[in-house]
């Protein structure tokens, strides 16, 4: 039945886009009564009027995406690892850019499951459902996430940000929405960056022992990015380097 519902929806849909291209060619618009398309097609007014939102929602939602992945979940946490690693191997274009960003996003799903779930079966399914309505559904589908975030972030974050508008009141036990969301980011990228600068060390050292060799053999003109390379790569693949700090970013939210 909810097949059938979505289709006589799209023809519906494109019928009215039929109807109103042609009035916009013959410069008039025609009568249209909704009404009796509703009673036509056999679908209920308030059935329909949801079935619009719903609809709605879900586009917005996929075209959101992206930025919403980035604002309330780890992966911009995962991405700068994984980017601070890249430079610190000396490697420009492997792996590329699509492959360390699926990994992440792989990574980001890994960890975020159980939010995700709690997220959907206390939020959009009851409101798919037509149990709650749609303020409800927002509440209970952004509640783990707020959980979620604010075990991550820093403890003065909330209250440095709070700090910069004075004339504003905050809750700082229960923080606005856009607040946390900033906060959150903020902490994130910090302790990317924190990682990255000991992801960085090893290969520093080893960078500095090639060059020192090199000048003691008198092989100035020799880069020694050129030659401590392949010492980099196989100090990364015996120490299982991938799996190393795979493993320690997913401890970090466990």
């Given amino acids: 039945m909810a097949g059938k519902g979505y289709r006589i929806l799209i023809a519906y849909l494109g019928l009215l886009a039929v109807l109103f291209f042609a ?17 036509q097609s056999g679908i209920e007014g308030a059935g329909f009027d949801r079935r619009i ?11 959101l995406a992206p930025g919403i992945a980035m604002m309330i979940t780890c992966l911009p946490f995962i991405v700068i690892v994984f ?5 610190a191997i000396g490697l420009q274009q492997s792996p590329p850019n699509m492959m360390i960003m699926g990994l992440a996003m792989f990574l980001t799903f890994f960890i ?39 075990n991550r972030v820093g403890d003065d974050s909330v209250q440095r ?25 903020l902490s994130e990228i910090k302790r990317g960056f924190q990682i990255g600068f000991v992801i960085f060390l090893p290969f520093l050292i080893i960078d500095l022992i090639v060059a020192s060799v090199l000048m003691a053999m008198g092989m100035m003109m020799v880069p020694p990015a050129v030659v401590s390379l392949p010492f980099k790569l196989a100090f990364f693949v015996v120490a299982d380097g991938w799996m190393k700090i795979t493993e320690a970013l997913i401890a970090g939210y466990g």
């Fill in 23 to 39: 009035a916009s060619a013959f410069g008039q618009v025609p009568d249209i009564d909704p009404g009796a398309l509703f009673e």
């Fill in 53 to 63: 939102i719903q609809l709605f929602l879900v586009v917005t939602v996929l075209s």
């Fill in 83 to 87: 980017s601070f690693l890249r430079q």
């Fill in 112 to 150: 975020m499951q159980p939010v995700f779930t709690q997220s959907w079966q206390e939020g959009i399914s009851p409101y798919m459902d037509g149990e709650i309505t749609e303020i409800q559904a927002t509440e209970r589908t952004l509640a783990p996430f707020r959980v979620f975030m604010k």
């Fill in 161 to 185: 940000l709070a700090a910069t508008m004075p004339d504003r009141e905050f809750n700082l036990e229960e923080p606005e929405f856009n607040l946390l969301v900033t906060a959150f980011m």
